[in-house]
């Protein structure tokens, strides 16, 4: 579980800075995800009920 308003980096980053990879962060009212290259940019927002189906979509859909 996340802890409210703190990003976590996943696990998966990579080597070097680590920063090859998103962070995410719960919310009050939704689950944010941001470029762990760029934490200045944008984010993303869903839902939490929401979240989980766009995870699993990401694990199963064919890139492009």
């Given at each position: 579980?996340?802890?409210?308003?703190?990003?976590?980096?996943?696990s998966f980053?990579?080597?070097?800075?680590g920063?090859?990879?998103?962070?995410?962060?719960?919310?009050?009212?939704?689950?944010?995800?941001?470029?762990?290259?760029?934490?200045?940019?944008?984010?993303?927002?869903?839902?939490?009920?929401?979240?989980?189906?766009?995870?699993?979509?990401?694990k199963?859909?064919?890139?492009?």
């Amino acid at each position: 579980m996340l802890t409210p308003g703190a990003w976590k980096k996943s696990s998966f980053s990579g080597g070097g800075q680590g920063d090859a990879c998103v962070e995410v962060a719960h919310r009050r009212v939704h689950i944010a995800i941001r470029d762990s290259k760029d934490p200045a940019r944008a984010t993303l927002t869903f839902p939490p009920r929401a979240f989980t189906p766009f995870i699993e979509a990401l694990k199963t859909e064919p890139p492009g």
